[in-house]
């Protein structure tokens, strides 16, 4: 699981790059159709679906030593803190004037988290209605619906005017993570655990660090890729 972060981690980077080479270098990389579309949407659609697998994996063995009653409380806080790192994120991009993160991924996953708290326990039902948001989340977004009002952001639809660098509403993005939660209680439900830290192929560890850490990461790599870049002089910061 923590390798698989890793990748899904490394998959971010790649393509933030490129999005920073076209938007602050001016390369003409089509880093929002396209291609590079698709490969943000894959890796965002990974990291959710990973986000559904290990909050099975984190319930089977939660529920070993806590009662059921007692694990809401658990998800909700754990919710909220990945929600507020992504409300810091809306206060960043507000303050650098780079449009508005106002539902990214962050807050997609924090909402999902405290949201999946009923479907811990499913199995086949998650699929069904898993697939069920993501179809219903695909057609909207397809309508490129717009409103005056932000309230309905979640559900895809959008401001009109908005520039929104990171939008992943929850309709699909609830969807996947229900998928994911079903993967998970099919592999890991019956308490079967998957490998401890640090063991598998030594190649793997690299990328395990990176998943064990990926909220960190994910926090920190754009500033770093950016700085990056601009030190070697493939862009120029004052055109931020």
């Not at 270098?25 to 679906?49: E, Q, V, Y």
């Not at 009653?69 to 919710?79: H, P």
């Not at 993005?173 to 890991?188: Q, R």
């Not at 598998?200 to 560890?205: H, L, Q, S």
């Amino acid at each position: 699981m923590d390798a698989a972060r890793g990748v899904a981690i490394l998959m971010m980077a790649v393509y933030h790059t490129m999005y920073d080479l076209d938007t602050f270098g001016g390369f003409g990389i089509p880093s929002t159709s396209g291609f590079w579309r698709f490969f943000a949407d894959a890796t965002a659609f990974s990291f959710l679906f990973l986000v559904g697998v290990s909050l099975s994996i984190s319930h089977t063995r939660a529920r070993a030593s806590q009662p059921e009653g007692s694990l809401f409380v658990k998800y909700l806080l754990r919710g909220l803190f990945v929600f507020g790192w992504g409300m810091v994120l809306t206060v960043v991009s507000l303050a650098l004037g780079m449009g508005v993160i106002a539902f990214g991924i962050l807050h997609l996953i924090g909402v999902s988290i405290i949201l999946a708290y009923p479907f811990l326990n499913l199995r086949v039902p998650n699929l069904v209605i898993g697939l069920c948001i993501v179809g219903i989340g695909m057609y909207l977004m397809s309508l490129g619906l717009v409103s005056e009002s932000p309230w309905l952001l979640p559900f895809g639809v959008v401001p009109e005017g908005w520039v929104m660098p990171d939008y992943r509403p929850l309709l699909p993005g609830f969807g996947v993570v229900l998928i994911g939660l079903f993967a998970g209680n099919v592999v890991y439900g019956d308490g079967r655990a998957p490998l401890g830290r640090g063991m598998g192929p030594w190649a793997a560890r690299p990328l395990g660090a990176l998943g064990r850490w990926s909220l960190v990461f994910y926090l920190v790599h754009q500033p770093i890729i950016i700085a990056m870049l601009a030190a070697f002089g493939i862009i120029q910061l004052g055109g931020i």
